[in-house]
């Protein structure tokens, strides 16, 4: 150097500087690059795992949400009632077609398949009852289990006979999805990977060529599930960035899901775009903008429309107007919902429509055994009655039974006049409690079932109040004279205490009586129409219409308590509700008092007109 010129000396020496720095640039550049590309690639594997656990989580829900409906069905509820398996599997494959799955089965209370029906290759009998077996033994709502070569993701519904609280198990519903190529497919498009399920080694779906699954099989052993660090590995001179996820199988089985990221293909990607981020950086900005308000204006408005119209639906409205703006998917979504609104719309109307026939077949029923019951006594009473040979002691027994039939009769025809007429308007009136009581117990002991039974009044106290006394006295009436007719079963003498009493939010009238009480079988429906125990004659109204009647003052009638010797129903007047029946009495009289006054003066404005004409 000592003998060369200084202007080469200088340029030497300013390109050795040059190409070191830029070397020295172009290494640290690459380290770093190489860093993020690694960090980058193991940021979305974790959040392609977590995508992955999300999916899944949210196919189990809906896995088990239907599992469930149909465990309800009442046709499948009566074919596995027969707990025969030529019947269930006869019946298997419509209840399969309804679940569209990839696995249905039916089992018995002790996990004994009857039947089992899958898509793709018939399955093993004896590996399909031993890991169903297994899933029932883990008690999880879902389980995943690997019958063979074949992977399924398992939802597992008691059927119950009845209320699941009744504990009569009829077996078990049993659906599920097959884990094969299709869904590592969907996996793999949401998490934008690559991915691969593997059961004791042996890759059973994949989103991978075929030529890279045996190196995939041999690098499996050595990756380790429960390390959270990403590992790199070689398949066919193709570096990847492999994430391990344990998978919970029933049984001794080990799985797991591999998700993989291509290192070469993102170093190229990556490679790309430096050289093109800084131009596409200043003009995406605009654009971004732009395509921001677009979507916004796109997706977000009718999005907040459908939640408004999926609230409206909550609150029962079925009628609330939807947004057909937005892009394809939201439009076909929004259809969707519509559709569904009117399926369930149409579904209430018609489980409305059962119910009510439903009730007017059991009213029918007791109605028609009722009156045909009176009606023989009385044609049987007064064809004795004629005969030639009855005494006039007989005759008047006859007599005697012919009006209890009839009584019973006029009994049964205001029960459903009165049962008709609730929640029709009431005719309120200011009423002494007191008297109502005492008027309701008079009528009580002319009844000729409470001729033998002592109806006391052990308590009344000077009570007013704004009600119908019509209504309530009848209400009060079928209490009483139920408490007379449960008397006759008790094993003490007959007695029914009537007691009336306040303070200073309610009104109680009180019915006790000694009878040995009400069945445990019918407390949970003692008030509903047509619910009867313990009475040959009983029509089942009397507790529902006292129930209405009630109601309808604001109140409620409710069984404080039962047991053998002492039975307690009590009539519960609440005084605010009654307070406002009287409001609205004193409101409406005025209304009608005023429109009456205003006729009259109107009428002697037109008499003064024609003596002034």
């Known amino acids: 150097m000592k003998q060369w010129r200084m202007r080469t000396t200088l340029m030497v020496s300013l390109l050795a500087v040059s190409l070191g720095l830029t070397a020295t640039c172009l290494l640290i550049i690459r380290v770093s690059v190489e860093q993020e590309i690694r960090r980058g690639l193991d940021s979305d594997l974790d959040h392609s795992l977590s995508t992955f656990r999300n999916t899944a989580s949210q196919r189990n829900e809906m896995l088990t949400r239907e599992a469930a409906l149909l465990a309800d069905l009442p046709y499948l509820k009566s074919t596995m009632s027969t707990q025969d398996a030529r019947t269930i599997q006869d019946g298997s494959g419509e209840f399969w077609t309804t679940s569209g799955s990839d696995f249905f089965a039916l089992a018995s209370p002790a996990g004994k ?15 399909v009852e031993s890991g169903v077996q297994s899933c029932m033994v883990d008690a999880e709502e879902t389980c995943m289990v690997a019958f063979g070569q074949s992977l399924y993701e398992l939802s597992i519904q008691p059927v119950y006979f009845g209320p699941p609280a009744n504990g009569s198990q009829l077996g078990y519903v049993i659906i599920g999805y097959a884990i094969d190529h299709a869904v590592a497919r969907q996996v793999s498009e949401v998490a934008s990977a690559d991915v691969a399920f593997i ?15 045996s190196d995939l099989q041999l690098r ?14 070689q ?9 391990a996820s344990a998978l919970t199988v029933a049984g001794s089985i080990h799985a797991q899901l591999v998700v993989l990221k291509s290192y070469d293909r993102a170093s190229m990607y990556l490679r790309r775009v430096n050289q093109w981020i800084l131009v596409l950086g200043l003009s995406a900005l605009p654009i971004g903008v732009l395509l921001a308000m677009a979507i916004s204006r ?20 079925f009628n609330y107007g939807l947004s057909t703006e937005g892009a394809v998917e939201v439009r076909e979504l929004g259809l969707a919902f519509d559709r569904m609104r009117g399926e369930l719309k149409r579904t209430q109307r018609e489980l409305l429509e059962s119910d009510r026939l439903a009730t007017i077949g059991r009213m029918a029923s007791s109605v028609s055994h009722d009156l045909r019951h009176h009606l023989s006594a009385i044609y049987a009473n007064a064809e004795f009655m004629s005969l030639d040979g009855t005494g006039n002691e007989e005759r008047l027994e006859l007599l005697l039974e012919v009006k209890e039939a009839v009584q019973g009769m006029t ?3 205001e029960s459903l006049l009165l049962f008709g007429r609730t929640g029709q308007v009431l005719h309120v009136q200011y009423e002494s409690i007191a008297h109502l009581v005492e008027r309701t117990v008079h009528s009580v002991r002319q009844n000729p079932e409470c001729r033998t039974v002592q109806v006391t009044i052990a308590e009344l106290e000077s009570v007013d109040a704004w009600v119908d006394s019509v209504k ?11 408490a007379c007719q449960a008397t006759k079963t008790g094993t003490v003498p007959p007695t029914v205490t009537i007691t009336l009493s306040e303070d200073a939010e309610k009104i109680r009238i009180a019915i006790c009586d000694t009878g040995k009480g009400v069945p445990a079988a019918i407390r949970g429906t003692l008030f509903q129409p047509f619910v009867s125990s313990g009475k040959v004659n009983g029509t089942g109204l009397g507790l529902t219409v006292a129930q209405h009647v009630a109601q309808e003052h604001g109140g409620e009638v409710r069984l404080e308590k039962s047991e053998p010797g002492k039975t307690i129903f009590s009539i519960l007047l609440f005084k605010k509700a009654l307070q406002a029946l009287g409001q609205n009495q004193s409101e409406s009289y005025l209304g009608e008092r005023t429109a009456e006054q205003e006729g009259a003066e109107a009428k002697t404005g037109h008499e003064l007109e024609r003596e002034r004409l």
Do not use: W
């Open 113 to 127: 398949l009857f039947t089992h029906l899958n898509r793709g290759a018939a399955l093993d009998d004896m590996l």
């Open 199 to 213: 059961v004791d080694g042996n890759v059973l779906a994949t989103t991978l060529p075929a030529d890279r699954l």
């Open 220 to 233: 499996s052993q050595t990756l380790d599930a429960t390390n959270a660090t990403p590992q790199k590995i």
């Open 235 to 243: 398949l066919q001179r193709e570096a990847y960035v492999a994430s």
């Open 298 to 317: 796109t997706v977000t408005r009718p999005l907040e429309t459908l939640v408004a119209g999926a609230r409206a639906l909550g609150q029962g409205d």
């Open 411 to 413: 009994d049964l025809v």
């Open 472 to 482: 309530l006295g009848r209400a009060l009436y079928n209490l009483v004279l139920n």
